[in-house]
């Protein structure tokens, strides 16, 4: 018994280390942000207060170099496969009503579910705006919120003449409630939380803080005495922000609540990120009364902004915290969201029947400790607008129509000194590796998606 027991142990450090044995796998409490800039956190210094946020960063592994794509559904879906959108063609690189992937795709939640997890969406999809594109058709048992990219917090409606407008559901069946979005995503996943049925994994995409801005009264008397701008129509619309990332904020601690409540804490990986940068103005084209946002977020000291291939847009605040497993530290070791399927899977021992084709790299031996560092890789950023690959410290910017740029990140985080005509063989080999990546990318819309409003 003693031998077997030893055997046990040892397969279970293989895995992954100090991660729970297969009878115990950890819940996941994965959460993205929407248009979350780098400067509107507290951890950041920025403007908004957020001290639950600031808390799990503090107590937990702080991800600084952390990349995603620069708009939304590519992110959501390098987040659910495990690769870069790309690969499932041009339309899943930019912000769509489009199904994103096939419907037979391997997603983290059907893996997940392939393993005995309860699996639950809640707030935003974006990877498919028919409700038969929906999260259960990618392997959640349920899915509650919008369907479409965004809506507005109060009408919980898409833009107005769109065949998407009436977006929010459960399930898939379209629902009418009234309510803040924020307040009532954050009611479901708190309900999901308490139902204790582990192991679980829930996916909260919140709206907040994308566009139409706004929250209830109470977060912006949070911020009573605060002057913004002088300017009272810049005052008030950075007051929405402000007001917003801390509803944000006040939710997560809510869950954070309900798993201290319920005995799960300890047991409950929390993944935080935001989709991409944040954005600095817009105008409102939802269907309500919400004014536009002519000063929203911020992203200094990082240069550019959400749909850029520049840093702000494309490094986000995130972090990750597990309470008695992971030590807390700041991680420079560079992620994107295509690691997290391939990390996850590592932790609670998925293997697939077949090759899932991933991109992302398994980083659960860097995030547990168990290596400190990591061998350079490649990072490849692709957009309608543009393409960005980094390698190592290299990061090439290759705009849609122009030259080449080229940033040093160890030494120029901020990409204020462009290298490109100094070192001309480097932006050469950096381009091999984007064309290489290109390569690899399904150029063509899938047939059955022709002729589909989007």
Same mark, same amino acid.
């Given at each position: 018994?003693?031998?077997?027991l030893?055997?046990?142990?040892?397969?279970?450090?293989?895995?992954?280390?100090?991660?729970?044995?297969?009878?115990?796998?950890?819940?996941i409490?994965?959460?993205?942000?929407?248009?979350?800039?780098?400067?509107?956190v507290?951890?950041?210094g920025?403007?908004?207060?957020?001290p639950?946020?600031?808390?799990l960063?503090?107590e937990?592994?702080?991800?600084?170099?952390?990349?995603?794509?620069?708009?939304?559904?590519?992110?959501?879906?390098?987040?659910?496969?495990g690769?870069y959108?790309?690969?499932f063609?041009?339309?899943?690189?930019?912000?769509?009503?489009?199904?994103?992937?096939?419907?037979?795709?391997?997603?983290?939640?059907?893996?997940?579910?392939?393993?005995?997890y309860?699996?639950?969406q809640a707030?935003?999809?974006?990877?498919?705006?028919?409700?038969?594109?929906?999260?259960?058709?990618?392997?959640?048992d349920?899915?509650?919120?919008?369907l479409?990219?965004?809506?507005?917090?109060w009408?919980?409606?898409?833009?107005?003449?769109?065949?998407?407008?009436?977006t929010?559901?459960?399930?898939?069946?379209r629902?009418?409630?009234?309510?803040?979005a924020?307040e009532? %995503?954050?009611? &479901?996943?708190?309900? $999901?939380i308490?139902e204790?049925? !582990?192991?679980?994994?829930?996916y *909260? =995409?919140f709206?907040?803080?994308?566009?139409?801005?706004?929250?209830?009264?109470?977060?912006?008397?949070?911020?009573?005495?605060?002057k913004?701008?002088?300017?009272? %129509?810049?005052? &008030?619309?950075?007051? $929405?922000?402000a007001?917003?990332? !801390?509803?944000?904020d006040?939710? *997560? =601690?809510?869950?954070?609540?309900?798993?201290?409540?319920?005995g799960?804490?300890?047991?409950?990986?929390?993944?935080?990120?935001?989709?991409n940068?944040?954005?600095?103005?817009?105008?409102?084209?939802?269907?309500?009364?919400?004014p536009?946002?002519p000063l929203?977020?911020?992203n200094?000291?990082?240069?550019?902004?959400?749909?850029?291939?520049?840093?702000?847009?494309?490094?986000?605040?995130?972090?990750?915290?597990?309470r008695?497993?992971?030590?807390?530290?700041?991680?420079?070791?560079?992620?994107?969201?295509?690691?997290?399927?391939?990390?996850?899977a590592?932790?609670?021992?998925?293997?697939?029947?077949?090759?899932?084709?991933?991109?992302?790299?398994?980083?659960?031996?860097v995030?547990?400790?168990?290596?400190?560092?990591?061998?350079?890789?490649t990072?490849?950023?692709?957009?309608?607008r543009?393409?960005?690959?980094?390698?190592?410290?290299?990061?090439?910017?290759?705009?849609?129509?122009?030259?080449?740029?080229?940033?040093?990140?160890?030494?120029d985080?901020?990409?204020?000194?462009?290298?490109?005509?100094?070192?001309?063989q480097?932006?050469?080999?950096?381009?091999?590796?984007?064309a290489?990546q290109?390569?690899l990318?399904?150029?063509?819309?899938?047939?059955?998606?022709?002729?589909?409003?989007?």
């Amino acid at each position: 018994m003693l031998a077997r027991l030893l055997l046990l142990a040892c397969g279970i450090a293989g895995i992954a280390s100090r991660a729970p044995a297969a009878e115990s796998r950890p819940n996941i409490l994965f959460i993205v942000a929407d248009d979350l800039g780098w400067s509107d956190v507290g951890w950041h210094g920025g403007f908004g207060r957020t001290p639950h946020l600031d808390r799990l960063v503090r107590e937990g592994i702080e991800l600084d170099q952390h990349y995603v794509q620069p708009v939304c559904t590519p992110t959501r879906t390098a987040l659910m496969s495990g690769r870069y959108p790309g690969r499932f063609g041009p339309h899943a690189l930019s912000p769509s009503n489009l199904r994103a992937m096939p419907l037979d795709t391997v997603t983290l939640a059907s893996a997940l579910r392939s393993l005995g997890y309860a699996t639950c969406q809640a707030g935003k999809w974006h990877l498919g705006s028919l409700p038969e594109w929906g999260p259960t058709a990618f392997g959640f048992d349920h899915g509650y919120g919008t369907l479409t990219g965004a809506a507005d917090p109060w009408t919980h409606k898409y833009r107005a003449g769109s065949p998407y407008e009436d977006t929010w559901h459960r399930d898939g069946q379209r629902l009418d409630e009234p309510g803040n979005a924020t307040e009532l %995503v954050a009611a &479901e996943v708190v309900h $999901r939380i308490e139902e204790q049925r !582990s192991p679980w994994f829930i996916y *909260v =995409g919140f709206h907040a803080v994308h566009t139409p801005v706004d929250a209830p009264e109470e977060f912006k008397r949070i911020y009573d005495g605060v002057k913004f701008h002088n300017d009272p %129509v810049l005052h &008030e619309s950075r007051l $929405r922000m402000a007001a917003e990332v !801390s509803q944000l904020d006040a939710k *997560v =601690g809510e869950f954070v609540d309900a798993l201290e409540r319920t005995g799960q804490r300890d047991r409950t990986l929390i993944v935080f990120t935001s989709d991409n940068g944040g954005i600095e103005s817009l105008k409102n084209a939802y269907v309500g009364t919400v004014p536009g946002s002519p000063l929203n977020s911020e992203n200094d000291p990082l240069r550019g902004q959400k749909a850029t291939v520049y840093e702000g847009g494309i490094r986000v605040c995130a972090f990750a915290n597990w309470r008695g497993v992971l030590e807390p530290r700041k991680l420079s070791v560079p992620m994107h969201g295509v690691d997290w399927f391939p990390t996850l899977a590592d932790l609670v021992g998925y293997q697939p029947e077949s090759d899932l084709r991933w991109d992302g790299l398994n980083r659960w031996p860097v995030l547990s400790g168990a290596t400190q560092t990591a061998a350079d890789r490649t990072i490849y950023i692709a957009s309608t607008r543009g393409h960005a690959l980094r390698h190592g410290d290299w990061k090439l910017v290759q705009p849609e129509a122009g030259n080449a740029e080229l940033y040093n990140l160890a030494v120029d985080p901020y990409e204020h000194t462009n290298l490109a005509s100094l070192q001309s063989q480097k932006v050469k080999d950096l381009q091999s590796m984007l064309a290489e990546q290109q390569a690899l990318d399904e150029p063509k819309l899938p047939a059955d998606l022709e002729g589909i409003h989007n």
